[in-house]
């Protein structure tokens, strides 16, 4: 596994300092509330605002859908 959970908690969104969590490729992380993707280049992910792919709503509506942690 390229991307450690520990390492998952200590990130944060860069521009939000909110959570941010592996998409279903494992290829980017997601912040939900900037709906921003920083992409995972080498196992290693770039928190940068200006490398961050930013997420059309209908990608957004469906990877929220897919990644939505259960009891919320
Ligand atoms: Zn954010």
Redesign the pocket.
């Known amino acids: 596994m390229a991307i450690e959970k520990e390492l998952l908690e200590i990130l944060a969104?860069?521009?939000?300092?909110?959570d941010?969590y592996l998409n279903e490729k494992g290829d980017g992380l997601i912040?939900?509330?900037?709906r921003?993707m920083y992409p995972i280049e080498d196992d290693i992910p770039v928190m940068l605002i200006d490398e961050a792919i930013r997420l059309r709503p209908e990608d957004f509506s469906e990877i929220s859908r897919t990644a939505q942690p259960e009891g919320l």
């Open positions: 969104c860069p521009k939000c300092k909110g941010i912040c939900d509330a900037c921003l």
